[in-house]
């Protein structure tokens, strides 16, 4: 049996894959694991979850180069302007990212940027259902614990104001 951590029902794409867009900057868009990235119409889970974070740290890329051109404009308020504009639309992007980090980071994934001068070049995603080779993990881990606790006299099961389930545990 193959593990699957990642519900199907979190398996929507949070945007559209930025090198099918009519301004894509390649010069923006990071490696994935020191290689190309996976397809944009890719359907193994993992190869989405990657191009996920792909999108987000090439937006926070683009973003940046933009930024780095309004801070070679002359000193005026218009400059002003347009850095904090900047400024806010990485932030955007940033939260972006942390959204995907968190939505992922409960199934094992996780993105670590590999940057140059202030551009991530690459990614490195690791996922916590493959093995540093790349396999996929085929062995599920139970873990259990006994922990008695004694029931207050005269109260029964289906008393109890909680669902109470599990081995020898029985209603009757």
Known sequence: MIMKFIPEANMQRSAEDPRSGSGFLPQYYPAANGKDAPPADATERNDQIMLEFLGAYYEINWQYSRLLEVRKRPDAPERIEAERERLQAIENAL????????????????????????????????????????????????????????????????????QVEGPGISAE
């Open 95 to 162: 939260i972006h990212r942390d959204s995907l980090e968190d939505r992922y980071a409960p199934f094992g994934v996780i993105a670590e940027p590999v940057v140059k001068d202030g551009f991530t070049v690459d990614l490195k995603v690791s996922f916590g259902n493959v093995d540093a080779a790349g396999k996929l993990r085929s062995e599920l881990y139970t873990i259990t614990a006994y922990v008695p606790i004694p029931w207050p006299k005269g109260v029964k099961i289906e008393d109890l104001p909680i």
